[in-house]
């Protein structure tokens, strides 16, 4: 019988670069910045390091395939090295191959890296990618922005709400982010908006507009992981321990049965709902201190605060515009900036979530630091509305 | 009796203004004002010969109670593959049985009456169909007199034996002529056009009669007792033909120069289609095809020759035009235009012909899956089943959902995507009786989408790989419910 992972791992060290339009960067260069910041936090060397997983998306215009490019960059010690990909929710993926190690016993001290160079296409948005020699027979011709726009149409029909209102809520998600973005001096996109500048942009993919996308970033983030018990012995007092880590992938019911109507998702309430079991937490609304979840775009943050049971169905719309996520809101959501403005450079995005959780529990988030938070989510979404890996993570102060 | 057991039709919705065309070229020929009157049938950007050719097939095949189809021709001069076998994608299209004859019949804007007239002979005395397709999207260099008259358009026809034809088949004369008015070499783009004059005087005004005084010797038919005359050479050559022969003047039908533009080797056919449509039982029909030669075919109206013939119909589709005025995007269609399309557009499109081989029935076809256990109907067909309630393996039956209802759950336009012409609008559609998918939306625009829309399903081009030369086909989600629906008499 399954026991859980909740508190069977603790983070010795976290790390990430400054995310942004890098252009005098390579993606190694990327990945020692991160690296180095979580080495010194974690207080170990390079050798002390028993295995590493390595998250990075598009080979495309990245670092290539395999674990190589990690293992080379850091000049790892000839170690396991394990490279995963499961589109944007990498980093997290990453993260949980080096907590299931850890608490499995096979190794004590485990690096989870993630990065994404994504500025060398030439071009704005997401690279062209490529989707395998069948699926490019059939499937439509689409963006990441096309996919996620449909969410406003289909949760706007269910919910009856009017496309002008829904679009505010949607402007003031962004506001919301810019404004925290502007006390992290890491992010991509530091700079004031409001919501008229939203409703203004161009259109991306009808609703969303400029400002409803995320900014497309270079980036790397790191955590060192071990279990509590090697954390205190390496002279750790506080730590932060894992509580609840789960991922729940499609299995294509959504995209080929009529039981989904389109509005939610429904991988991140299946994730969500193991994970709360998991963390032992009843009330999510009242239980969460704070969380990043994968803004992508305006919308996706919008229907993800339901998908994770923090405002009830059909609500979230009118919490957001209350002020509810807002920095000084009940439960501040993106106080990082988010995917919006922090940025997201693929592989590394469900790593940089953590290490705001990270270090806000640690009361190290400078301006930005919340007043005493006890739990921490972070959501990772790979993939589209109608097909994605969701995971759902939740860390907290070991007792 | 011999004849036509069915004919539809099919008319791409864009009709490209003449003026539009004009006002953009005059300035180098100003001659060109003179033909600025009227619209012209222009294909979408993901549109051709094919994609027409089923389209009209399957209006053609919607009136429905037919023998079985098993023989299959296809006319044209501007089928996308010189190889690759054209009409066998049609059938695939039409999902027609793969144990069947098929033809491409093309090199002459005979090709469409030629392949009706070797359909007509060949089908005497024997049970089943044929169709006969003819389709042509005819390419013209910018500023040239035929940009302003061709058009594009597809007709369709089933003959067989059967009891109540819609024109029963009288007989046909033939004649070949090497005259040459226009060609196009085999690695041109563009036809080579002698001067029309020269034609009408002594090509229209001399071979077409003997064709015509050839068709009355073998009928037995006086030119005087013709009904409706369907010649494609031009409302004066025609009037002048008619009165050369002897016909009624008031028998020379409509060219549909105005609203369709001449669409070459299919233009006879659909020039029949629109008359078959109008005709009045006992009429005497003579359709003429033009092009080194004529062939000329002689049909008796049927009893049912005043009942609607197909779903849709040629009439319905030449009604369903939307005007466009918009001749750069014309000129984009028709890679007439250096134009920069961004660096989304420079993406490999290779097809690996293998995978497309093994998902053909889906990717041509349309046909998904249905569980034998649960009765889900789903896209795409897997070995298990979708239906969480379910999840039976192997279990699912070949489904098909072109010719399925549908209504729109979510949708989207997407400015970031390369499209032809942005912005790309697709979404997620569910089907009447289950099945849904993402697809991509044709014929689409801001005020004709929304959630809950209904929707049908067409064959397309969906990608073109200029870099290989390969069309990619799929199909498509447009607005408005099916025609055979439409033709409830409570149209919107």
Known sequence: ?399 | MLGIAACGGYVPRLRLARRAIVEANAWFNPGLRSHAAGERAICNWDEDALTMAVEAARDCLSCGGLPEVDTLFLASTTLPFLERHNAGVVRAALALPEHMMTLDITASQRAGTSALIAALQARRGRPGAAMVVAAEQRRAKAASAQELSYGDAAAALVVAETSAPIAEFLGAHQVAVDFVDHYRGQHESFDYQWEERWIRDEGYLKIVPSALRGLAAATGIDAAKFGRLVIPTGRSAAQAIAKAVGAPPQSVCDDLAQGVGDSGAAHPLVMLAHALEQARPGEIIVVVGWGQGCDAIAFRAGAAATRRRAAGGIGQSIARGVADSNYMRYLAFNRLLVQEQGMRAEADRQTALSAFYRHRDMVTALVGGRCTRCGTPQFPATGVCVNPECRARGEQEPYRFADLLAHVQSWTADNLTYCPDPPQYFGMVVFEGGGRMMVDFADVDRETIATGAPVRMVFRVKERDLRRGFVKYFWKAVPGRAPAEENGGDRD
């Open chain 1, 1 to 399: 019988m399954a026991t859980g992972i909740r508190d069977k791992v603790a983070v010795l060290g976290m790390g990430c670069s400054r995310f942004g339009e890098r252009w005098d960067k390579d993606a190694e260069d990327l990945m020692l910045e991160a690296f180095d910041e979580c080495l010194v936090d974690a207080g170990i060397e390079t050798s002390h390091i028993d295995a590493a997983w390595f998250a990075t998306a598009m080979d495309e215009v990245n670092v290539g395939k395999s674990a190589m490019p990690l293992a080379m960059a850091l000049r790892l010690p000839l170690i396991p090295v394990t490279r995963v990909e499961n589109l944007c929710a990498s980093g997290t993926e990453a993260f949980r191959g080096a907590v299931y190690a850890v608490a499995s016993g096979a190794a004590d001290i485990v690096l989870a890296l993630g990065v994404e160079k994504l500025k060398d296409t030439g071009y704005g948005g997401l690279p062209q990618r490529a989707r395998g020699v069948t699926n490019a027979l059939f499937i439509p011709n689409l963006s990441a922005p096309g996919c996620f726009a449909q969410l406003a149409s289909a949760y706007a029909a269910r919910h009856r709400v009017a496309p002008a209102d829904l679009k505010r809520a949607m402007a003031q998600i962004s506001v919301k982010s810019h404004d925290n973005a502007l006390e992290n001096p890491r992010a991509h996109l530091r700079r004031k908006i409001d919501i008229d500048a939203v409703l203004r942009a161009p259109i991306v993919a009808e609703p969303l507009g400029l400002y409803d996308c995320c900014g497309v970033s270079d980036g790397a983030a790191a955590a060192i992981v071990t279990t509590p018990e090697l954390a205190r012995s390496l002279g750790k007092t506080d730590l932060v321990s894992v509580k609840a880590l789960q991922i729940a992938v499609s299995n294509g019911q959504e995209a080929g049965h009529n039981s989904w109507d389109g509005s939610y998702v429904l991988t991140t309430r299946r994730a969500a709902e193991r994970a709360y079991a998991e963390a032992g937490i009843r009330k999510p609304e009242a239980e969460i201190s704070m969380l990043e979840c994968h803004d992508c775009f305006s919308i996706t943050e919008l229907v993800t605060l339901e998908d994770l049971g923090l405002s009830p169905d059909g609500k979230a719309w009118r919490d957001v515009l209350d002020g509810r996520y807002n920095a000084d809101g009940a439960q501040p959501c993106q106080i990082d900036g988010g995917l919006k403005c922090f940025g997201h450079p693929i592989g590394a995005s469900g790593l940089r979530m953590l290490y705001e959780m990270y270090n806000q529990l640690l009361g190290r988030a400078g301006k930005r630091q919340l007043a005493s938070p006890r739990l921490g989510l972070t959501h990772n979404l790979g993939g589209f509305p109608y097909q994605n890996i969701s995971s759902v993570c939740v860390v907290g102060m070991l007792a």
